[in-house]
């Protein structure tokens, strides 16, 4: 046996080839290529050379069927037999087996996506280069976004990785595009998924970067476990900026930085795509993508989880919303002296600030809509209060709260 054939053997094995299909493969025994898959060296005996085959002279023309469409043994037993070959199924069977796995092992099927459809985001780590922020050097980390239709890109240096950051990133990057798809592909970043489970309607999302989502629309689609290759696009991008933008890069400060960052961007994507052989900024103009009609306010909005008992907490003290909302997520906005609690944008309970510990500031209206058992829930909760404070929504003019939201 040649030794390029037994390390052939062991590593179709790794790769999940059973010793039937290794056997059909080397024209062996499966006893055999069980032999030669767990040897740990080459094994010093030799191997008959495969005696010839029916199926050898119309190899090349089935390897070259097969590159154009996955077509079936019998189909391709079919094909052959318009071409006056005479052997059986199974040895065609057994022949188009190996090359699919062969091909299936070498190709991975390019990903094209129609506009306005999808984009792609990831983190790079620049891990030799540093930047003097509020009086200390701090590590660089790199956003990058690219739409998959257009391929227009976007990057942008921060100094963390927070949720925070990652939404604010995104809104500039959305800024820049002049909009959004319908859907957003990410790796498994703790940003965006807390906990993946095989399947993405089984795993949990990040909370406030589930908000931000829903605010504007789009879906974001988690990259299946293991399978980075569904988002090389973007991963091609990183690589592209190291060897690209990065190489001789001098720098005075992260606005400094950003400026060079985005003056690329315009550049690169002015500039035909080796790809789709267009240049992005032309390709945008049929991305179709939706505009940003409104603004989601990171720093100033607070998500609390709306309990049984119709309360929500801010700042040490309970707050009441409509009983409709019980187990939902609200955004809270503080201004002035009054809090407001909206969901999916639409204002939901107005309160005064309490700016005393461990008070309850309760609209009686919120708990008209309880059910029995809701209403003994919450009466209960209620009881065990040492202050309740009421503070009946008024009719007012609310439209400097939905500044806050929107601005």
Not at 77 to 96: C, H, N, P, Q, T
Not at 249 to 274: F, P, R, T
Request: charged fraction near 30%.
């Amino acid at each position: 046996m040649k030794g390029a054939q037994w390390m052939d053997i062991r590593s179709d094995r790794q790769k999940g080839l059973s010793y039937v299909e290794l056997g059909r493969k080397y024209h062996m025994d499966p006893r055999t290529a069980k032999r030669y898959a767990e040897s740990p060296q080459k094994p010093e005996y030799t191997l008959s050379e495969p005696k010839p085959t029916k199926m050898d002279p119309y190899k090349q023309i089935v390897d070259e069927w097969l590159e154009e469409a996955p077509y079936s043994a019998l189909r391709i037993l079919e094909k052959l037999r318009e071409m006056g070959f005479d052997g059986g199924y199974s040895i065609v069977k057994a022949y188009v087996s190996s090359r699919k796995m062969d091909l299936n092992e070498k190709a991975t099927v390019r990903f094209e996506t129609m506009p306005g459809k999808q984009g792609q985001m990831d983190w790079g780590f620049f891990e030799d280069h540093l930047v003097y922020e509020d009086g200390k050097w701090k590590k660089l980390y790199c956003f990058l976004m690219i739409l998959g239709y257009s391929r227009m890109r976007y990057i942008e240096f921060v100094t963390d990785m927070s949720t925070n950051t990652l939404i604010r990133c995104h809104q500039n990057a959305f800024r820049y595009f002049g909009g959004y798809p319908e859907e957003i592909l990410y790796d498994n970043m703790k940003q965006v998924v807390i906990k993946r489970l095989l399947k993405q309607e089984d795993s949990t999302l990040n909370r406030q970067f589930e908000d931000f989502a829903g605010f504007y629309g789009f879906k974001p689609i988690l990259c299946r476990p293991y399978r980075g290759q569904t988002k090389g696009k973007v991963e091609r991008t990183v690589q592209f900026v190291r060897d690209n933008f990065m190489v001789g890069i001098k720098y005075n400060s992260l606005a400094d930085l950003n400026g060079q960052a985005l003056a690329w961007c315009n550049k690169v994507n002015g500039k035909v795509h080796a790809t789709t052989n267009e240049v992005p900024f032309e390709r945008l103009k049929k991305e179709g993508l939706s505009p940003l009609s409104r603004e989601y306010i990171i720093d100033k909005i607070n998500l609390r989880r709306v309990q049984k008992d119709c309360l929500i907490s801010y700042a040490g003290n309970q707050y009441s919303v409509p009983a409709e909302y019980v187990g939902k997520d609200v955004a809270v906005v503080a201004l002035d002296s009054m809090l407001a609690a909206y969901y999916e944008g639409k204002q939901i309970a107005l309160h005064r600030i309490s700016y005393q510990r461990r008070d309850m500031v309760v609209n009686p209206q919120h708990y008209r809509r309880l059910t029995l058992k809701q209403t003994m829930d919450a009466e209960n909760v209620l009881l065990e209060q040492d202050k309740v404070i009421d503070f009946p929504l008024k009719p007012s003019d609310l439209s400097r709260y939905d500044e806050v939201l929107y601005e």
